[in-house]
């Protein structure tokens, strides 16, 4: 697994620019990347958000029936498929199939307390 600089959280927002403004004007945040207007970026100190608007890849990874509302912690990984095929030989199981979007590639599992963990291998 890659370390990055950040420790990252994804949100699931109905309105990108609205989340954007409201953390950057009330919270201190500062604005990294803002690709179109299906996700954005903001950090803060060590910490990483990633805004995912309802037509990013992130937002559409979610399973419908899961009732978490989408948030999930968020780990980089520099080959998502070596990394599924050894979770899959220690026994776990995903709760999604790999989406691909612009900025890369993403699955979804659970740990032990049904908390999403997303993996995102990030488009080269």
């Not at 990347?33 to 950090?43: E, G, K, N, Q, Y």
């Not at 995912?52 to 990874?61: D, T």
Request: aromatic share 6%; glycine share 8%.
């Amino acid at each position: 697994m890659t370390t990055p600089e950040f420790a990252s959280v994804r949100y699931l927002v109905d309105d990108v620019q609205a989340a954007i403004d409201f953390y950057t004007t009330h919270l201190g945040f500062t604005l990294r990347s803002h690709p179109a207007p299906a996700f954005a970026d903001v950090t803060r100190g060590p910490l990483r958000l990633l805004l995912s608007g309802p037509a990013s890849s992130g937002a559409r990874a979610t399973p419908s029936d899961l009732g978490a509302g989408g948030n999930r912690i968020h780990l980089t990984v520099d080959d998502l498929d070596t990394e599924i095929d050894r979770l899959r030989s220690a026994g776990l199981t995903f709760l999604s199939d790999v989406v691909s979007g612009p900025g890369g590639r993403q699955i979804l599992l659970t740990d032990p307390a049904d908390n999403l963990i997303e993996l995102f291998e990030p488009a080269r």
